[in-house]
């Protein structure tokens, strides 16, 4: 009996672990794992839903300005709140539309037409996207299949300490181990 009740244990104690490891792999798929754990967040537009048309007025064809955008549910411990803009399916690899770091964990949205400038809305700094401007450059894919436009938005527990100008990667480096929650928002462009 005790022999029994030992096995019994030990077959218990590996399917444990093998269900906490099971667990841990599926958060870091899915990209949400957070410092303490998964917060969810909701990040839309007035401009265009899910998964849908982004209007020319916010890409290369016409005025490029930035969307408006709104959000909810950011979690308790929020320093800062991160936006990044990118496209991964430029033909040279990801491309970077938008960087906005330092926003106020009590901002909740953005108007449409954030100036592209380096300080913006009350204490935030604009990176430096891939066109080699400050702010957001919209949408501007080659002729041919729509691309894909994903605005991501972190809440983390610090305020990164990088300058005007950073990059995506200087900012994503600046708040690893330290996203407590993440969204975003699709929306495509073609031509």
């Known amino acids: 009996m005790a ?8 077959q218990m104690a590996v399917f444990l672990f093998s269900l906490a490891g099971i667990c841990d792999h599926a958060l870091t798929a899915s990209g949400s794992e957070t410092k303490e754990g998964v917060a969810k967040m909701l990040i839309q537009s007035s401009a265009f839903k899910e998964g849908g048309m982004i209007p020319k007025k916010h890409t290369c064809d016409s005025e490029d300005v930035s969307p408006a955008l709104s959000w909810s549910a950011t979690p308790a411990g929020t320093m800062c709140l991160v936006l990044i803009c990118d496209d991964p399916d430029a033909p040279v690899g990801t491309w970077v539309h938008w960087v906005l770091f ?40 080659p002729p041919g299949k729509p691309h894909r436009y994903f605005f991501k938005l972190y809440a983390v ?12 990667a200087d900012v994503m480096k ?5 996203i407590l929650a993440e969204a975003q928002l699709m929306g495509r462009y073609g031509r």
């Open 3 to 10: 022999k029994k009740l030992s096995t019994f244990i030990i």
């Open 102 to 141: 330092g926003l106020k964990p009590n901002v909740s949205e953005l108007p449409e037409g954030v100036p592209k400038t380096g300080d913006v809305l009350g204490g935030a700094k604009q990176g430096r996207n891939d066109f080699g401007n400050l702010g957001y450059g919209g949408p501007c894919p």
């Open 157 to 168: 527990d610090i305020e990164p300490q990088l300058k005007i100008g950073a990059t995506k």
């Open 174 to 178: 600046a708040i690893q181990g330290h």
